[in-house]
């Protein structure tokens, strides 16, 4: 699954440029609000794999507000300056989405090169805006406020998994866990007793 960290690496002059030895300290200019995007300073060895890349993201988007033009704040960041920001990194993308026209269309292991275009795939894109949600609040933003969790962020995402899952052949869809057999009582296997006979005669009890 790309990351984000992978999308400086292929182009000559990128515009987001990630920090991966320091931490970015500072604000925009421009902000008012208490949301920053001030990261922690602990050490990244002390972290989980899921929390560093959390912070480079949450840096990268830092920078891309601030590289904007004109330039963002984080408290006027909304969902369509999120939709923008997916939409740049499908130029870093290296996921072979075919189009309509394409014989490979539908394809998953296409026999051949082709000239469609390289996409971020939807899982990289999903994960991602799961890290940035979490980092939004994380620094101070509250949720009902939260652009990555915007309506129109979770129809594109859903529109990218519709339209990649057709163009690649790939099914998206969740396996269902298949519940593991229940272990029966070994008492409830044993047929049935027969009730024990009377004792007692027919003649008796009707004396």
């Not at 920078?63 to 923008?84: D, F, K, M, T, W």
């Not at 990194?89 to 075919?98: E, P, S």
């Not at 899982?123 to 949600?133: C, Q």
């Not at 915007?150 to 998994?161: D, I, N």
Request: net charge positive; charged share 20%.
């Amino acid at each position: 699954m790309d990351s984000v960290q992978d999308f400086n690496s292929t182009t000559a002059n990128p515009i987001i440029t990630l920090p991966l030895a320091t931490t970015n300290t500072g604000a925009s200019p421009s902000s008012s609000s208490s949301i920053t995007t001030t990261t922690t300073t602990t050490s990244p060895s002390t972290l989980s794999r899921y929390e560093n890349q959390k912070r480079r993201d949450w840096n990268t988007f830092g920078q891309y507000l601030r590289n904007h033009r004109p330039p963002l704040s984080l408290s006027r960041c909304s969902g369509a300056h999120v939709l923008e920001f997916l939409r740049y990194l499908d130029q870093f993308g290296k996921t072979k989405v075919h189009t309509q026209l394409c014989p490979f269309f539908g394809y998953p292991n296409p026999p051949a090169p082709c000239p469609c275009p390289l996409r971020q795939a939807w899982g990289s894109l999903d994960a991602l805006i799961g890290r940035l949600r979490a980092a939004f609040e994380e620094h101070g933003g509250k949720p009902e406020n939260n652009p990555f969790g915007a309506r129109a962020v979770r129809l594109y995402l859903r529109e990218v998994r519709d339209s990649q899952s057709k163009a690649r052949g790939i099914s998206y869809e969740k396996k269902k866990r298949k519940r593991p057999p229940q272990q029966q009582n070994p008492a409830s296997l044993m047929p049935p007793q027969a009730p024990p006979e009377s004792t007692t005669s027919a003649s008796e009890n009707y004396q």
